[in-house]
């Protein structure tokens, strides 16, 4: 009996993480919250592939960064997804502000992290690491501070 119970148990915990969907969404419009800072657009073209975009602006810089990510739920968790990526970014920077020196940023960013869509409301929190590589100038102090919080508002 026990192992007709934990047979059972084991095909539908597989059934299951087969079947799902990576998210339960197609697009979502937040903020991110961290190193590069804010407003986030992600759209899913396909079930386990998606685009986001993030528009960091301050008074010391503004960067605009594209991203392919692919996005699998955890084992056993409909609500929880892995999410790895990669993209580019193009933006400009001030290293001096008395004098207002620009220099451009242009690079490829990498990101691996977690996001949890809250079940039964409109909301997806994504927790990331997402490093950066500047080929324009030598501003890559990302390595340690790529780390982002992102709540977005799921639109469908």
Known sequence: ??????FITVF???????TLNA????????????YDSGLTLKHFFAPENA??????????????????EYQQPVPGSFDLSWVVGIGGHLGGIHHDKDKYKSNLLLGVDLMAGLEYSIARTPYAVALDWKPSFNFTNSYNDYWL???????????Y
């Open 1 to 6: 009996m026990k192992h007709t119970k934990l």
């Open 12 to 18: 539908s915990i597989t059934l299951l993480t087969t």
């Open 23 to 34: 998210q339960n969404y197609n697009t979502a419009l937040g903020v991110r919250l961290g």
């Open 51 to 68: 685009a986001e975009f993030i528009l960091s602006i301050s008074p010391r810089y503004f960067q605009l960064t594209g991203m392919y």
């Open 145 to 155: 501070n790529g780390f982002a919080l992102s709540v977005r508002y799921t639109l």
